[in-house]
């Protein structure tokens, strides 16, 4: 018998700040692996939140390397890259999101039932990039 999931309650944006740890895998098509091990930090700045995730990045018979990466985060849970640009809306029950960048497509699923832990899962498609990415947050 499979364990019945949860239905996530709806989170605003008010719920993501603070400090969260950031595991991430991702799995290239090519089979090419990375792990990205760091933290998350949502931050009120006046119109919204700045997300900044920062942390190590290790890729397969590779270095260590720092990695550091923000987002713009509105009150009605849009997200947009640092210069502004429109990138996705979170769906606050938790399900999927799109972004088309010509000529490849990028599809998250949110998962809230474990709040206050939550994942996403991205799967990217395209001629440029190809790749798995699974992301688990869990409050500090």
Known sequence: MRPMQTEAAARVLADFEGRWDLQRQIDHTG?????????????PDGHGMIYRET??????????????????WGADLDVCFEDGRFF????AAGGTARHWCDPDSYIV?????????????WEVTGPRKAYRMVSQYSRR
């Open 31 to 43: 089979g090419q692996t990375a792990q990205f091990t760091g933290q998350a930090v949502w931050t």
């Open 109 to 121: 699923q949110y998962d809230f039932t474990r709040w206050p832990a939550f994942s996403t899962v």
């Open 55 to 72: 942390g190590q990045l290790e890729m397969t018979g590779g270095p260590v390397l720092q990695a550091e990466r923000m987002y713009l």
């Open 88 to 91: 996705h809306r979170v769906p």
